[in-house]
């Protein structure tokens, strides 16, 4: 039986909806490094290793998910934190809450902020090349977000869901993704999302929007 698209997500996202973003290298695919530091492979052999780190610089690190290659001599696949990956199969309920802002580049300074105050290394100067992202603000200041990150045939990622640590318990990120949800589900993808498999916290905030467990998938980073 042939694995699932979502086993292997950045590889069927940067070779379907995303391929306009991809820098490829037969068998290996990846992301600029100015939108997100993910990386894929179609199969895991030696060859795909190789192609994959073609397209990576020695100074760099990018993240692997589900399906890791056989690193070649000089490069370590780094064991990270196991991934929940969590899908939602109907529409979520509005969720009352402050005016929400729809992200442009004018605010990735706010975004780049509040990712690196909250959950750094992933979100990057162009990662809203991705999709579309909202914010909740108090004034000038960036309280919350969320935002479309990978995207394959049928599926829709949300992620960068983050809130100040002044702004928690308030339902900010319930709101947003609600509203990422149903914008997902009207333009014919399904959402899913990926968080540490040990984050209580935000697990619980996405089950109270019907998010179930999928898989968990290995994580890996590849770097010299």
């Not at 780190?53 to 696949?77: M, N, R």
């Amino acid at each position: 039986m042939a694995a699932h698209a979502l086993d292997n997500p950045v590889w069927h996202s940067l070779t379907t909806q995303h391929a306009g973003l991809a820098i490829t290298a037969d068998g290996a695919a990846r992301y600029p490094a100015a939108v997100v530091p993910f990386a894929a492979i179609a199969e895991p052999t030696a060859r795909a290793g190789n192609q994959l780190t073609s397209i990576v610089d020695d100074a760099e690190s990018v993240f692997v998910v589900g399906v890791a290659p056989e690193p070649p001599p000089g490069w370590q696949l780094e064991p990270k934190k196991p991934v929940l990956q969590m899908i939602c199969n109907k529409r979520a309920s509005d969720v009352p809450g402050p005016p929400v802002t729809t992200m442009t580049s004018a605010q990735a300074d706010d975004m780049l902020a509040l990712t690196a105050l909250v959950f750094p290394g992933f979100f990057r100067a162009r990662t809203l090349d991705m999709g579309s992202y909202y914010g909740i603000y108090d004034g000038p200041r960036l309280a919350a977000m969320a935002g479309e990150r990978m995207r394959l045939d049928g599926y829709q990622e949300l992620s960068a869901v983050c809130t100040d640590p002044d702004y928690t318990g308030r339902g900010y990120a319930q709101r947003l993704l609600a509203i990422l949800c149903n914008s997902a589900f009207d333009r014919g993808f399904v959402p899913f999302l990926h968080v540490y498999a040990d984050n209580t916290r935000a697990i619980g905030v996405y089950r109270k929007l019907d998010f179930v467990d999928r898989a968990v998938l290995p994580f890996w980073a590849l770097h010299q």
